[in-house]
T-cell receptor, first 114, second 112 residues
Framework: NAGVTQTPKFRVLKTGQSMTLLCAQD?????MYWYRQDPGMGLRLIHY???????AKGEVPDGYNVSRLKKQNFLLGLESAAPSQTSVYFC?????????????FGPGTRLLVL | KQEVTQIPAALSVPEGENLVLNCSFT??????LQWFRQDPGKGLTSLLL?????REQTSGRLNASLDKSSGRSTLYIAASQPGDSATYLC???????????FGTGTKLQVIP
């Protein structure tokens, strides 16, 4: 049971390049999330998904797209990277319920956009 | 808009000391509050989750309290150890799963 894994761990991009971050979970969780963490700021929700084939915008969705084609995977795409997207990206998953259950986090992807 | 504040931003204590980390939030209409631990270069690990109807939760040397009316939560760590060195974040949920707001964390260093 690997929990939540993220690929890649670190990436350097030039402005305007595109890339996809992959998140995978083996806990059969319905809900998955993408956050970004920046110095001096709390984690901010980019996009989330409440089930296979569904996605929704979070607090800071601009410049990102997501897809949830399989229940266990949640992809985060940057079509045209900008220096403002330099950040650490975390994926998380959880089970549904009336109240927030524990979210399980991946180890993060450090992205540097030059 | 919910705002979550954690003070201090950093804390250094000698091993064995009991300590308290603080979390305050502006909107008291929350479902629950959760404390996380984050180690350098790692993801977040959930420590304690307090439902809105609860006052506190305990796990080993950790005790978290919640006072909704005053918008405050504390994380008490007893007999601190060097292995407790990490950043501690609190998060509150006030609505659906997208309504989770994180604090910026308190970086704790326990000196042997």
């Amino acid at each position: 049971n690997a929990g939540v894994t993220q690929t890649p761990k670190f990436r350097v991009l030039k402005t305007g390049q595109s890339m996809t971050l992959l998140c995978a979970q083996d806990m059969n969780h319905e809900y998955m999330y993408w956050y970004r963490q920046d110095p001096g700021m709390g984690l901010r929700l980019i996009h989330y998904s409440v089930g296979e084939g569904t996605t929704a915008k979070g607090e800071v969705p601009d410049g990102y797209n997501v897809s949830r084609l399989k229940k266990q995977n949640f992809l985060l795409g940057l079509e045209s990277a900008a220096p403002s997207q330099t950040s650490v990206y975390f994926c998380a998953s959880s089970t549904p319920g009336l109240q927030m259950e524990t979210q399980y986090f991946g180890p993060g992807t450090r992205l540097l956009v030059l | 808009k919910q705002e979550v504040t954690q003070i201090p931003a950093a804390l250094s204590v000698p091993e064995g000391e009991n300590l308290v980390l603080n979390c305050s939030f502006t909107d008291s209409a929350i479902y629950n509050l959760q404390w996380f631990r984050q180690d350098p270069g790692k993801g977040l690990t959930s420590l304690l989750l307090i439902q809105s109807s609860q006052r506190e939760q305990t796990s080993g040397r950790l005790n978290a309290s919640l006072d909704k009316s005053s918008g405050r939560s504390t994380l008490y760590i007893a007999a601190s150890q060097p292995g407790d060195s990490a950043t501690y974040l609190c998060a509150v949920q006030a609505g659906g799963y997208q309504k989770v707001t994180f604090g910026t964390g308190t970086k704790l260093q326990v000196i042997p």
